[in-house]
């Protein structure tokens, strides 16, 4: 039998170019889309008979060209009649492609990157239809796999420049068998009809079946017989600077941390080896290892996770009775939230399923107690409905991927989740919000440094982008808490003298620099009662120094104090909740007073009339929480 490439072609079939939208969606990051995929494949294809970790390996090296299987079908017969039918469409971005295509064939040497996991099945017969023949749909070997769309077989083509992926599996249910698979483009297949067209992947298989009997290893060693898993072999990878060691077992830890730490999962890259025992020493490694700003702001919320889960201070919760009412939650051990209170905390909860792979962080559970947390659903029950609820990528949790008639439950389930991570984390370490003070816009100020061994405040002698620490000085003769309004000014005054503020006026000083204002602005019409003017408002905040103070969180009042640079006739101002992500939220002010200024208030918009250069505006508010929150002001001046 004869063993070659095959176009499957048809009449009046769709052409296909080169932007193939699966492969697309992982060409952001390659690496790490390449490493989170197939160890995810892996660990669902786990040999569920017994207790052993799947391993799954990294090996680099090189072939010649002239190694890739049948090239001149590729070269002579394919690449062609490819590079004239999009010549004729003129589509640039396939022909920039296959020029690309061309230069990476015609080299004398490619790159290939071999995977291989072990303790697992294998393709069998429905894995191997689903990875190698279908399209947007899997099989797993049960319903509590990490992956379920399909969609992720795409990222090893996305690192090929060739698009080109052999694979070698020994099953346990099959004969070993191989096939090459290459994502390619149309082409018209026969030069007297060109209403004949060839879909855009080829196969290299044996004449009859879809598959070769026996393993390819592109001068590796072959599997045992009872070596049981797969291996894919990516040709021609592109080249890359990055340091492809490091990258992979950085976004390993990223993504697999809880199935490292389980015992479910080893990693090998080369000659280094990722498992439960040597985990903090590969992290530490890691920790040195230049990373770019996402992956420093990725990391760090996996130092978190790693505390949180080995340190010996954790916490451990189990669902409470709220989740009695879901007929997927068969126990409260279905579920389980592991909680940490640290000085340099993340205030995340990393969200996995029975797998150990991350799904995403859960933020804005709380703006003001320092705490990390991982969140396990290891019900199975649980798992599949979760399962049911990611995106393609299974890095979110939406009612919206739902079925229609569970889409209701899933929004009670996200919520009631929501609600009791923040109520768990409130419990276990919440002190009384009447000692805490939130500050906002401290960057608008004198820095102040507080030396732990004198007491003595020093002003900051240089500019730093980055902030090494913060200490907090209680003055016990000044308590900047209050349970009301009217006796909240000495509070205020020890507020303005710990950040250097002159309190005293200087009304007189006129208004300068006004047309410095900034020309962008926003022309709107307000329809206020018996009044109908345009107004327009021009962001302002650039002349104002702000802080909000909490008074009374848990009545809802704070402080705002304004310290302008010009004089003004009227501002709006309008105060935001700040969340964990930098996400605003309009807040809801029921109530203002001013002992400095007269204020108006409408739909939670503040009107402030009459501002003096540097002379502090003191606004009293009411806000619609109990809450601590984190606040921020937007000032515009109102010109008519």
């Not at 990373?291 to 916490?315: C, G, M, P, S, V």
Request: glycine content about 6%; aromatic content about 8%; hydrophobic content about 35%.
């Amino acid at each position: 039998m004869k063993n070659n490439w095959v176009f499957p072609h048809g009449k009046d079939l769709t052409p296909r170019g080169v932007n193939d939208p699966a492969i697309n969606s992982f060409l952001d990051n390659v690496i790490d889309s390449l490493t989170r995929e197939v160890i995810q494949n892996s660990l669902d294809a786990k040999i569920r008979e017994n207790n052993n970790p799947v391993i799954v390996s990294f090996e680099f090296s090189k072939i010649k060209t002239s190694d890739i299987p049948k090239i001149n079908r590729i070269s002579e017969f394919a690449l062609p009649k490819a590079e004239e039918f999009w010549r004729k469409k003129g589509n640039a971005g396939t022909i920039d492609y296959l020029n690309s295509f061309r230069e990476v064939l015609e080299s004398d040497e490619i790159r290939v990157l071999k995977i291989s996991d072990f303790n697992t099945y294998g393709l069998n017969e429905r894995s191997y239809d689903a990875l190698v023949l279908g399209n947007g749909y899997t099989e797993k070997i049960d319903e509590n796999a990490a992956g379920s769309k399909g969609i992720g077989k795409a990222a090893p083509f996305a690192i090929s420049d060739l698009r080109m992926v052999f694979y070698n599996t020994v099953p346990t249910e099959v004969k070993p068998r191989h096939v090459g698979v290459m994502n390619f483009v149309s082409f018209n297949f026969d030069e007297k009809d060109e209403s004949i067209i060839t879909q855009e992947r080829a196969l290299f298989q044996e004449e009859g079946i879809s598959y070769i009997p026996g393993q390819i290893s592109f001068n590796s060693k072959n599997r045992e017989e009872n070596q049981f898993g797969t291996d894919i072999f990516i040709l021609g990878v592109r080249e890359i600077e990055d340091d492809w060691e490091k990258k992979i077992l950085l976004s390993t830890v990223n993504n697999f941390l809880v199935s490292i730490l389980d015992n479910k999962l080893i990693v090998k890259v080369n000659d280094k080896c990722l498992n439960e025992e040597n985990v903090k020493e590969i992290i530490e490694e890691l920790a040195d290892f230049k990373k770019t700003q996402e992956e420093n702001k990725i990391f760090k919320n996996t130092l978190n996770y790693f505390d949180a889960l080995t340190n010996e201070n954790r916490k451990e919760f189990n669902l409470d009775e709220r989740f009695k009412k879901y007929p997927f939650i068969n126990s409260e051990n279905d579920g389980k939230l592991i909680l940490l209170k640290r000085e340099d905390a993340n205030r995340s909860i990393l969200q996995t399923r029975i797998s150990g792979m991350k799904i995403y962080d859960r933020k804005n559970i709380s703006g003001n107690i320092l705490f990390t947390g991982v969140f396990r659903a290891v019900g199975t029950d649980l798992d599949k409905f979760l399962k049911s609820l990611e995106n393609t990528n299974h890095t979110d949790w939406s009612p919206d991927q739902a079925s229609t008639e569970n889409r209701k439950l899933a929004r009670r389930l996200l919520k009631d989740l929501f609600d009791w991570f923040k109520e768990t984390v409130k419990g276990a370490y919440e002190q009384s919000v009447d000692e805490v003070i939130d500050a906002i816009g401290m960057s608008d100020f004198l820095p102040l440094l507080t030396d732990g061994g004198t007491g003595e405040e020093q002003k900051e002698s240089g500019i730093k982008k980055t902030i090494d620490s913060i200490k907090i000085k209680r003055n016990t003769k000044k308590n900047l808490s209050y349970s009301s309004y009217e006796n909240s000014e000495e509070g205020i005054d020890s507020v303005l003298g710990e950040l250097e503020l002159d309190t005293t006026s200087s009304s007189n000083s006129k208004s300068k620099n006004k047309k410095s204002v900034k020309k962008k602005s926003v022309l709107q019409r307000l329809n206020l009662s018996n009044r109908l003017r345009k107004e327009e408002l021009v962001e302002s905040k650039e002349f104002f120094g702000i802080k909000l103070v909490a008074l009374n969180s848990k009545e809802g009042l704070y402080r705002c104090i304004l310290k302008p640079k010009n004089s003004f006739k009227e501002i709006e101002l309008r105060i935001n909740y700040v969340g964990e992500d930098g996400s605003a939220l309009e807040a809801t002010i029921e109530e203002v007073k001013s002992t400095t200024n007269k204020v108006k208030l409408k739909d939670s918009q503040i009107r402030v009339l009459n501002i003096k250069k540097n002379t502090l505006t003191l606004l009293d508010l009411k806000v619609d929480s109990s809450l601590l929150l984190k606040m921020e002001g937007q000032i515009y001046e109102v010109k008519v």
